[in-house]
């Protein structure tokens, strides 16, 4: 039994392919919050939704976000009335007393409806019109989307990693602001001085989550500050992956990310650019599977295969390659 996190679009792709290799009922997922927004009054989990489309089966695969084919009839028409009434287009933060109002798990990420800088898909705001419903309804985050995978027919169990609100705030040249407005509406154009986890201090894995995080855990190619960093931020998710075997597959190839903003995030954060500062930001990692092509020298055990992920032949050739890093380090993996 393994368990995978999850941010972003590395981990599901790693995932598609991954049936042969680990029996999707025994591998758990647990997903970053830091990214989720309340947006219009609900509330957007965008790596959870990413794992429960993928693994359901709705994912588009063309952007890694969404759902196929999905319809935007009701987000074209809130972009043409708010155009039409000459209103900003750009994100529209709620006043900051309304941050700490209403539902807990929004904190400090709380958006107007107006114009919607996030698209939404017809389709896709149903499920977050039921998970908002269902968490109003007195559920918590964790069962919500329980439910939801349900509805979707996913067979491998999808955690959030928290019950509690943390926010992945990123502090720029241009002043702080929610990770989506600076990745989605401003294409992570500002300079970065440092990423802030509001929340963190106070927030806890759930019970759920730590019961994964008692097997051996494998770190999917996600962006180690916003993906992954949220989680470690809380004190108890970085002591239990300190006491399992962990296996990180590295986004770079040297000094090359596959994609997003993990490099400008790292150096921000104090890391080098590159594998090597994958590993440096992973101390709590045992071994790493690298792409063939990377000749980064770590000081742990690893793995080299064509680390490539863009269809599930991939997926599977570099879930073997964890499979291999997880035996050399004696996780016991069924």
């Known amino acids: 039994m393994v368990t995978f996190l999850a941010g972003g679009t590395g981990t599901p792709k790693l995932l598609w392919g991954a049936d042969g290799v680990f029996e999707p009922a025994e591998t758990p997922v647990v997903c970053n919050t830091g990214d989720d927004v309340e947006m219009g009054s609900l509330l957007v989990c965008p790596d959870v939704d990413t794992v429960l489309f993928s693994e359901g089966g709705i994912l588009d695969r063309e952007t890694w976000w969404g759902i196929d084919d999905d319809s935007t009839a009701t987000h074209d028409a809130i972009s043409e009335l708010a155009e039409n009434a000459g209103l900003e287009s750009g ?28 698209q939404l898909g017809d389709r896709d705001r149903a499920i977050h019109t039921t998970r908002t419903g269902l ?41 702080a602001m929610h990770f989506q407005e600076f990745w989605v509406h401003r294409r992570a154009e500002p300079t970065v001085d440092r990423v802030e986890f509001r929340g963190a201090a106070d927030a806890e894995p759930t019970d759920a989550v730590l019961a994964a ?42 000094d090359r990310v596959f994609s997003g903003p993990a490099g400008k995030l790292l150096e921000a954060s104090g890391y080098e ?22 000749e980064t020298d770590l000081d742990r055990p690893t793995v080299r295969t064509d680390t490539e992920l863009g269809s599930p032949a991939d997926g599977e050739r570099v879930c073997r390659a964890v499979r291999e890093a997880l035996e050399a380090v004696g996780a016991e993996v069924a």
């Open 91 to 118: 994100p529209r933060y709620l006043p900051e007393r309304e941050q700490t109002a209403g539902r807990a798990i929004a904190r400090w990420r709380r958006f107007s409806g107006v114009a919607e800088f996030m």
């Open 213 to 254: 995080l008692g097997r051996p855990v494998v770190i999917g190619p996600s962006n180690p500050v916003t993906s992954i960093g949220p989680m470690v931020a809380m004190d108890t998710f970085q002591a239990a992956l300190e006491s399992t075997p962990v296996v990180a597959v590295s986004p770079f190839v040297g």
């Open 135 to 175: 968490l109003d309804e007195g559920n918590t985050l964790t069962e919500v989307t329980a439910t939801l995978a349900q509805a979707l027919d996913v067979d491998r169990s999808v955690l959030p990693m928290s019950d509690d609100p943390v926010a992945t705030i990123v502090h720029t040249d241009e002043g």
């Open 273 to 294: 650019a590159s594998t090597a500062g994958v590993a440096e930001a992973y101390p709590y990692a045992d071994a790493f599977v690298l792409d063939a092509d990377d």
